[in-house]
């Protein structure tokens, strides 16, 4: 299976601030990488897919990239609305992985 | 606009099969590309996948549970299923399905979720 490591597990920033979150794949996915934010309560959400590809709606502070089997999502001027967990997925192969997930937390 | 929704018996004991049932709409399991994925989430913890079915009738399944899961659609009523067998207290979750689509490049994207359907398993 592709492990999936997610850092930070958690953080806490300041509103306006801009954060980064990071996903490490244990083999080359070649791309094929997604992030979701999920707030308490809710089902989660496709922010970001094919690694820097906002879905419809999505603000534009969020964006991704990759550098190797790096993944990472950037959140730009973070807004209140932004506290969520958010995880990555691969899907280059099966089974299908997720990272553990970020907590992010506004100060 | 598309929507999903998981339902399923909500509590059930040790041994038994669970049975969910994914009612959606807004797209077509029978056009090209198009697919549906259920996951899970235990409580206050991270997300699993557990299959995904696709247009072309192609199934693919967890390693991790592959030996009890069963995924399967009706196209004609918009619905997709998923069967665990012999649950335990594990299994215990929110199982979500989701709609997955093939994107511009290719690549595959979960872009709608259901709302979630809470299972709980417990003698």
């Known amino acids: 299976d592709i492990q999936m490591t997610q850092s930070p597990a958690s953080l806490s920033a300041s509103l306006g601030e801009t954060v980064t979150i990071e996903c490490l794949a244990s083999?080359?996915?070649?791309?094929?990488l997604a992030w979701y934010q999920q707030k308490p309560g809710k089902s989660p959400q496709v922010l970001i897919y094919?690694?820097?590809r906002l879905q419809d709606g999505v603000p534009s502070r969020f964006s991704g990239s990759e550098s190797g089997t790096q993944y990472s999502l950037e959140i730009n001027s973070l807004q209140s609305e932004d506290a969520a967990t958010y995880f990555c997925?691969?899907?280059?192969?099966?089974?299908?992985?997720f990272g553990g997930g970020t907590k992010l937390e506004l100060k | 606009q598309v929507t999903l929704k998981e339902s399923g018996p909500g509590i059930l004991q040790p041994s038994q099969t669970l049975s969910l049932t994914c009612t959606f709409s807004?797209?077509?399991?029978?056009?090209?590309?198009?697919?549906v994925g259920w996951i899970r989430q235990p409580s206050g913890k991270g997300l699993e996948w557990l299959a995904n079915?696709?247009?072309?009738?192609?199934?693919y399944y967890s390693p991790s549970l592959k030996n009890r899961l069963t995924i399967s659609k009706d196209t004609s009523n918009n619905q997709a299923f998923l069967k665990i067998t012999n649950v335990d207290t594990t299994d215990t979750a929110t199982y979500y399905c989701?709609?997955?689509?093939?994107?511009?490049?290719?690549?595959?994207?979960?872009?709608?979720w259901g709302q979630g359907g809470s299972v709980t398993v417990s003698s």
């Open positions: 997925q691969q899907h280059h192969d099966y089974p299908w992985t």
């Open positions: 989701t709609r997955i689509r093939k994107t511009y490049y290719g690549f595959n994207v979960m872009d709608a």
């Open positions: 083999e080359d996915i070649y791309s094929n």
């Open positions: 094919d690694v820097s």
């Open positions: 807004g797209f077509s399991l029978s056009i090209y590309g198009m697919g």
């Open positions: 079915i696709w247009w072309d009738d192609d199934k």
